[in-house]
């Protein structure tokens, strides 16, 4: 089954994303406690705002990483971990 890239994530109610300085990087705080995302992560989770379509969110990387092969593959993983750990709604 291929991923559809016309849904638009939206992280769940309860669900925060923002840089932490004492974590040194960006978070996702919820009511259970806090999950540290890695650099890439953190790109991809910087522009889920519940207006890009996971498309747009690739175009938009590919613009600030130009030649990645793999970067909507990786998106796309990222997106499906995240659905299934309940971070985010993909509609």
Do not use: C
């Not at 890239?5 to 996702?28: C, D, I, M, N």
Request: charged letters at 25%; aromatic letters at 10%; hydrophobic letters at 40%.
């Amino acid at each position: 089954m291929s991923f559809d890239r016309s849904k638009t994530p939206h992280w769940r109610p309860g669900y925060r994303f923002q840089y932490e300085p004492a974590q040194k990087g960006h978070v996702l705080l919820y009511p259970e406690g806090m999950i540290k995302l890695n650099e890439s992560a953190a790109l991809i989770g910087g522009l889920i705002d519940g207006k890009r379509d996971v498309a747009a969110i690739i175009a938009e990387l590919d613009v600030q990483f130009p030649g990645v092969p793999e970067l909507g593959d990786d998106i796309e993983q990222f997106m499906e971990v995240a659905r299934e750990q309940h971070w985010i709604v993909l509609e």
